[in-house]
Every structure is written in structure tokens, then in C-alpha cells.
């Protein structure tokens, strides 16, 4: 099986597994309550804000220009804008058709586990990985000149990431902490990890010597962390703090 075909069959396991986790997921009484035609309308919206956001950084340097369907159908990819899209296409959403409850709770941990299955199909095709190593576990990567270098594993480098969020957002739902919160965490847990790692990923860097990638991760940060800021101030429960349900 070739490594396209192994990345498509990996993109449809993820799916498969966020659908069935998203499923079996606890939700809200309040976020039952919404209409399923606002849900649909919502989970449309995550959709195409992050399939948008994932092509928008190639997109936007593409030769043929980023307003042609060339440079949106091309080959290339990016998780940390998808996420951001994705979220920012929700919160939009949620604006204007005037739902005021709070969704990300039911999303978060059938993203971290979907994650977790994904990026072996990155693993197999042969793309987003890191940095020649010499460490033990470098895996044999073809370079842009051809040429074959052992390097980091970075695709199961967040394999492994998204898998232990995914155990942790277990516990916390388990425990009924972070009510209202745990997309952010989670979201915010893994901008720090992506920023850590672009270290370690064949990135170009330019201000302060730090890539694209983090810039975009240390921005979203910041703005999850002011939306957690301000939900604490205007939500009636104290959604800033661990929470039990009970």
C-alpha cells in the first residue's frame, strides 16, 4: 500500500474514531437543548473554518496566487491553523445565530483522540518531520533534495502527545473539572507543545529566530487565554478554577 493510500485510510480511521468518541462523549443539558439544526449548522461550520484554516498558510504563498483554486487544492497542510480555523469558524457561528452555550467541552477530547490516529497518516505518507537525529529512534525520511536522512519522528512525537491529552481529558471528564473549558486546555496544552517542538521541525524562522508556526501558536494562546479570562468574569459558574461536577 502506497504512503498516500496509508495517509487517506489513517484520515478515515480519525474520522471514524472522533465520530464514535463524539458519540459516546457526556454532554451538557444545555448543549442538548440547541436545536440540531444550530448543531448541524455548528458542526458545518468547524468543518469548513478548519479545512479552510489548514490550506489558508499555503494558500497565502502560493505561486499562482491565493485567490485561484490552484493554490487551495495543492498539496500542503497545517494542523495548528485547522485548529484555530476551526474554532474561530464556531465561535462566529455561535455569534450569529445567537447560541450562547458553551460547546467545546463535547469536542475536545474526540479531537485529541482522532489526533492521536491522524498523524500516523502523516507518519506513513512521509511528511511533517523533524530535524536530522542522531538518537536511536530517528526514522529514514526522503529530503527535499532527494536524499534519505534519519530524523525526528515528529508525526508520533504528537501521536503520543494527543494520545496522553486524550487520558488526561478522560480523567477531567471523569472528575467534572474544567466544566465549560476543556477545548481550551486542551487547545492551549498542545499550542505549548507545538511551540516547544518547532525546535526540532525543519521550519524557516524569522523574528526572534521563531517560525511561522509559533508566532500562530503563542497568538492563539493568548487569545484562549483572555476568552478563559473573561468567561471567569462574566459566566455565572467559576469556570476558571477546577470544578467538580458534583
Not at 485529541?112 to 525520511?141: D, E, S
Not at 494527543?162 to 471528564?173: D, K, T
Request: proline residues 5%; glycine residues 8%.
Amino acid at each position: 500500500m502506497t504512503g498516500q493510500a496509508l495517509y487517506s485510510l489513517f484520515m478515515l480511521l480519525a474520522l471514524a474514531v472522533y465520530l464514535t468518541a463524539r458519540h459516546y462523549t457526556p454532554t451538557s443539558a444545555e448543549f442538548r437543548a440547541i436545536p440540531w439544526r444550530q448543531r448541524t449548522v455548528l458542526a458545518f461550520a468547524a468543518l469548513i473554518g478548519g479545512s479552510l484554516g489548514a490550506k489558508l498558510p499555503f494558500a497565502a504563498v502560493s505561486p499562482a496566487g491565493w485567490w485561484t483554486a490552484a493554490a487551495w487544492v495543492s498539496n500542503g497542510k497545517t494542523v495548528v491553523a485547522g485548529l484555530i480555523g476551526a474554532y474561530l469558524a464556531v465561535e462566529g457561528t455561535k455569534l450569529l445565530l445567537g447560541v450562547r452555550v458553551k460547546t467545546g467541552d463535547t469536542f475536545a477530547l474526540p479531537l485529541a483522540l482522532a489526533m492521536a490516529v491522524g498523524r500516523w497518516g502523516c507518519f506513513c505518507y512521509g511528511c511533517c518531520y523533524g530535524t536530522p537525529t542522531g538518537l536511536p529512534w530517528g526514522v529514514a525520511f526522503r529530503q527535499d533534495d532527494d536524499t534519505w536522512a534519519p530524523c525526528h519522528p515528529t508525526q508520533i512525537y504528537e501521536s503520543l502527545f494527543h494520545a496522553f491529552m486524550a487520558g488526561v481529558l478522560i480523567e477531567i471528564v471523569r472528575r467534572g473539572w474544567l466544566k465549560y473549558q476543556r477545548l481550551k486546555f486542551y487547545l492551549l496544552a498542545y499550542f505549548a507543545y507545538r511551540f516547544l517542538t518547532e525546535f526540532i521541525r525543519p521550519e524557516p524562522t524569522g523574528w526572534l529566530d521563531l517560525t511561522i508556526y509559533q508566532w500562530v501558536a503563542a497568538l492563539a494562546s493568548f487569545g484562549l487565554l483572555l476568552q478563559w479570562w473573561w468567561d471567569a468574569r462574566h459566566d455565572p459558574a467559576p469556570t476558571s478554577q477546577l470544578e467538580h461536577a458534583g
